[in-house]
């Protein structure tokens, strides 16, 4: 069993910036690419950025780019992501995934039903 376990969530105000971590534990499977999903209340889940586990090719959805930095580190099992200039429509439940088999292209990091793995989720506010 794979374990993805998420913290760093909580409360900021608008502009202020927050960090997130995962961790994967459990059984050790072949890490492909790992991923930040977030679902807002009464909204569909969606992407946020994923990185390559091998490469550390970043990707990042259009309304994150230039605010959010996601990175990895290979020795913790870890992915982070680094949440700046953050804005009150940013709130949701942040989730981590991990996928351990190969996207065809690069528009699979941005599909959730290419990972296998996922957190239980972390909250995000941001007050205006």
């Known amino acids: 069993q794979v374990q993805l376990v998420e913290s760093g969530g909580g409360l900021v105000q608008a502009g202020g910036s927050l960090s997130l971590s995962c961790v994967a534990s459990?059984?050790?499977?072949?890490?492909?690419?790992m991923g930040w999903f977030r679902q807002a209340p009464g909204k569909e889940r969606e992407f946020v950025a994923a990185i390559n586990w091998s490469a550390g090719s970043t990707y990042y959805a259009d309304s994150v780019k230039g605010r959010f930095t996601i990175s990895r580190d290979k020795a913790k099992n870890a992915v982070y992501l680094q949440m700046s200039g953050l804005k009150p429509e940013d709130t949701a439940v942040y989730y981590c995934?991990?996928?351990?088999?190969?996207?065809?292209?690069?528009?699979?990091?941005?599909?959730?039903?290419?990972?296998?793995?996922w957190g239980q989720g972390t909250q995000i506010t941001v007050s205006s």
């Open positions: 995934a991990a996928a351990d088999r190969y996207f065809r292209s690069n528009s699979g990091y941005r599909v959730q039903s290419g990972y296998r793995y």
């Open positions: 459990g059984r050790t499977f072949s890490c492909y690419a």
